[in-house]
């Protein structure tokens, strides 16, 4: 069965061009022209991944970002903006977005993206069921859950992402550039600050409590998470 891609483009030039691309790597393209439209299908249709316009009709790219997450954090999301500034980009990763790719981009490029999203998505999946624990703090990768003494704390998919990359890293230390790729998709070589690591960082702790200690920063380098501080 061929994967479903939703492609979310008001511009139909553009997405006559990535659906003409996705059918020929092998996926099933879904194409609609407004962010209402984009939110019902994905609904209906649940595709494996969404490659979604920042500038749509009806619900903008954001927000459409956000109603996806509100009932699914696992599905990939990649962006299409023609806005390059860094406030935009990190704005949109907030949202929930994995990866961006800026216009006008190379249908190449954005193959390669959608492949190593999926990817990345298939190699994350023999953990799904996996349940974590550290003194009060559980968090259970299938139910997509973090508790803090036996209450619910409401993450967002970036921060449940972030949390856990840190936890099943064993202890060992994460560049911020290392959680860059790891959570977000965005290798090395990419043209945005580091300080939306810190800044997710810094949520979390707040989020978590008590057991924000858990969340040690290395000086210099980055962060680590510890079982027991």
């Given at each position: 069965?061929?994967?479903?891609?939703?492609?979310?483009?008001?511009?139909?030039?553009?997405?006559?061009?990535?659906?003409?691309?996705?059918?020929?790597?092998?996926?099933?393209?879904?194409v609609?022209?407004?962010?209402?439209?984009?939110?019902?299908l994905?609904?209906?249709r649940?595709?494996?991944?969404?490659?979604?316009?920042?500038?749509?009709?009806?619900?903008?790219?954001?927000?459409?970002?956000?109603?996806?997450?509100?009932?699914?954090r696992?599905?990939?999301?990649?962006m299409?903006?023609?806005?390059?500034?860094?406030?935009?980009k990190?704005?949109?990763?907030?949202?929930?977005?994995d990866?961006?790719?800026?216009?006008?981009?190379?249908?190449?490029?954005?193959?390669?993206?959608?492949?190593?999203?999926?990817?990345?998505?298939?190699?994350?999946?023999?953990?799904?069921?996996?349940?974590?624990?550290?003194?009060?703090?559980?968090?259970?990768?299938?139910?997509?859950?973090?508790?803090?003494?036996?209450?619910?704390?409401?993450?967002?998919?970036?921060?449940?992402?972030?949390?856990?990359?840190?936890?099943?890293?064993?202890?060992?230390?994460?560049?911020?550039?290392?959680?860059?790729?790891?959570v977000?998709?965005i290798?090395?070589?990419?043209?945005?600050?580091?300080?939306?690591?810190?800044?997710?960082?810094?949520?979390?702790?707040?989020?978590l409590?008590?057991?924000?200690?858990?969340?040690?920063?290395?000086k210099?380098?980055?962060?680590?998470?510890?079982?027991?501080?």
């Amino acid at each position: 069965m061929k994967r479903k891609v939703l492609v979310v483009e008001d511009d139909a030039a553009i997405a006559k061009l990535l659906a003409y691309n996705l059918e020929k790597e092998g996926y099933e393209p879904l194409v609609v022209k407004d962010g209402e439209s984009a939110v019902a299908l994905f609904r209906s249709r649940k595709p494996r991944l969404v490659l979604l316009d920042l500038m749509i009709p009806k619900v903008d790219g954001l927000e459409v970002c956000r109603l996806i997450r509100a009932t699914d954090r696992s599905v990939p999301i990649l962006m299409l903006t023609a806005k390059s500034g860094e406030v935009d980009k990190i704005v949109g990763l907030e949202m929930g977005a994995d990866d961006y790719v800026t216009k006008p981009f190379s249908v190449r490029e954005v193959m390669t993206r959608i492949k190593t999203l999926l990817r990345r998505t298939a190699t994350d999946s023999p953990a799904a069921g996996a349940v974590f624990q550290a003194g009060a703090l559980v968090l259970d990768a299938e139910k997509h859950t973090v508790q803090v003494g036996g209450e619910t704390v409401a993450l967002t998919g970036k921060e449940f992402d972030l949390l856990k990359t840190l936890w099943t890293a064993r202890g060992k230390t994460l560049t911020r550039d290392d959680v860059l790729e790891r959570v977000w998709g965005i290798d090395r070589s990419a043209d945005i600050d580091t300080r939306t690591v810190d800044q997710h960082v810094a949520r979390l702790r707040n989020k978590l409590g008590p057991e924000k200690k858990r969340l040690v920063t290395v000086k210099n380098v980055g962060y680590r998470f510890v079982g027991e501080p």
